[in-house]
C-alpha cells in the first residue's frame, strides 16, 4: 500500500500514539504532544490515545484510519505496535516491523550493520549480568568500554566504564533492564548524529554535551547547556562520509520515514556508527527536526511529510 496524498489525509481520522509502557514514556508524551498540535494546525482530524494494554480497543472505538507513532522505545519503537496496527490494516509512519525490531535491539542491528560493511566499533554481547561479570578481564578490547542494555533508547542504562569496578557496577544496572547486555569498546571522538528522511540523507548535527556523552540527561534535562550545531563544522569529506554511513544504516535495515543515526568521528577522521533510531524524538529539543529545520522543513512540515508516508509494510 502507498502513501497519502494531503487531500487524502484530511478525510482520514489520524490516531497520535503516545505515552507507551516504556521507560521513555515521559519523552513520548512530549513528542506525541508536538506532533498532535502540529497536525491539528495543519488541519488534520486528529485523536489522541495515550498508549495502554487497550490499544486495541481505543483504535476501533475511535474509528482510526491512520496512525501516527509518536511512541518510544519498548512496544513502541520495537515492532510490537506495528505488528499490532498490520493485523488491523491501519496504516502507520514509520518503520516496518523487521525495521522496527532489528533497530531497536543493537545487538542484531549491529550485526546487520556489520554484515553490510557499516564501520562499528568492536563488540561483545551477554545474555544475563553473570555472563558480562565473568567476562570482565578476558574481553577482546580494553579499558574504557561503553556497557548498555540491548533494547532500550534515549541513552537510558548507558555508561562508560574506565575502571574494573565502575564495569561491574555498569553490568549490574543494566542487566535490570531490557534486553542482553552489549559491551562496546569506547571509541572517543565527536558526537554527531545524521537524520533521514524518505530514503535522502538530511544533514548532520554535531551535538556539544556539558556532560560526559549525549546521556538521558544532557538530551531532556540539560537546562540548554547541550550545544546543537548544524550543519556541523565538519570537512567536507567528512561530513559526506557521515551522510553516507547513516543513509546506508537506514538502507541496510530496509526503514521507512525518519531516521536518526548516532556517530562517532575520531580525531583522525574515522566514523563509526553506534546505533540507528527508527523512530526518532520529535519534542522542541529533539534533534531530526532540527536538521530538517536546517533544510527548510519546519515542525509541522516534517511531521506531515511523515504523515504522508505511512503504509501498511508487511
Same mark, same amino acid.
Given at each position: 500500500m502507498s502513501g497519502f496524498s494531503k487531500d487524502e489525509l484530511k478525510r482520514k481520522r489520524v490516531g497520535v500514539l503516545f505515552g507507551g509502557l516504556s521507560s521513555e514514556r515521559e519523552v513520548s508524551l512530549r @513528542?506525541?504532544?508536538?506532533?498532535? +498540535?502540529?497536525?491539528? #494546525? /495543519? %488541519?488534520?482530524? *486528529?485523536?489522541?490515545?495515550? *498508549?495502554? +494494554?487497550?490499544?486495541?480497543?481505543?483504535?476501533?472505538?475511535e474509528k482510526v484510519e491512520v496512525a501516527f507513532i509518536a511512541l518510544h522505545g519498548r512496544y513502541g519503537e520495537d515492532g510490537c505496535v506495528q505488528g499490532l496496527l498490520e493485523c488491523m490494516f491501519i496504516p502507520y509512519t514509520g518503520s516496518g516491523v523487521m525495521a522496527s525490531s532489528l533497530g531497536m535491539d543493537k545487538v542484531f542491528a549491529k550485526q546487520v550493520f556489520i554484515a553490510h560493511g557499516i564501520p562499528t566499533p568492536p563488540y561483545r554481547a551477554f545474555r544475563s549480568g553473570d555472563e558480562a561479570r565473568a567476562a570482565v578481564?578476558?574481553?577482546?578490547?580494553?579499558?574504557?568500554v561503553v556497557v548498555k542494555?540491548?533494547?532500550?533508547g534515549s541513552s537510558v542504562?548507558?555508561?562508560?566504564?574506565? @575502571?574494573?569496578? &565502575?564495569? /561491574? $557496577?555498569?553490568? &549490574?544496572? $543494566?542487566? +535490570?533492564?531490557? %534486553?542482553?547486555?552489549l559491551v562496546e569498546q569506547y571509541v572517543k571522538g565527536r558526537e554527531v548524529q545524521g537524520g533521514v528522511l524518505d530514503n535522502e540523507a538530511l544533514g548532520v548535527i554535531e551535538v556539544v554535551a556539558a556532560r560526559e556523552f549525549y546521556d538521558y540527561q544532557a +538530551?531532556?534535562?540539560? %537546562? %540548554? @547547556?547541550?550545544?546543537?550545531? !548544524?550543519? $556541523?563544522?565538519?570537512?567536507?569529506?567528512?561530513? &559526506?562520509?557521515?551522510?553516507?554511513?547513516? /543513509?546506508?544504516?537506514?538502507? $541496510?535495515?530496509?526503514?521507512?520515514?525518519?531516521?536518526?543515526?548516532?556517530?562517532?568521528? @575520531?580525531?583522525? #577522521? &574515522?566514523? !563509526?556508527l553506534l546505533e540507528i533510531n527508527t523512530l526518532p524524538g520529535m519534542t522542541e529539543s529533539s534533534l531530526l527536526p532540527k536538521i530538517a529545520a536546517g533544510r527548510g522543513i519546519d515542525f509541522p512540515g516534517l511531521c506531515e511529510r511523515l504523515l504522508q508516508g505511512a503504509t501498511l509494510k508487511a
Open positions: @513528542t506525541g504532544a508536538a506532533v498532535s +498540535k502540529a497536525l491539528r #494546525g /495543519l %488541519g488534520y482530524d *486528529v485523536v489522541d490515545i495515550d *498508549v495502554g +494494554k487497550d490499544l486495541p480497543a481505543r483504535l476501533a472505538a578481564d578476558s574481553l577482546p578490547f580494553g579499558l574504557p542494555p540491548s533494547r532500550e542504562g548507558v555508561f562508560i566504564c574506565k @575502571t574494573r569496578d &565502575e564495569y /561491574l $557496577a555498569a553490568v &549490574e544496572a $543494566a542487566s +535490570k533492564l531490557a %534486553g542482553s547486555i +538530551k531532556y534535562q540539560s %537546562g %540548554g @547547556t547541550t550545544q546543537y550545531l !548544524f550543519p $556541523a563544522p565538519l570537512p567536507p569529506d567528512q561530513y &559526506e562520509r557521515v551522510n553516507q554511513v547513516c /543513509l546506508a544504516a537506514h538502507r $541496510a535495515l530496509e526503514c521507512s520515514g525518519g531516521s536518526r543515526s548516532d556517530v562517532i568521528l @575520531t580525531p583522525s #577522521g &574515522e566514523v !563509526f
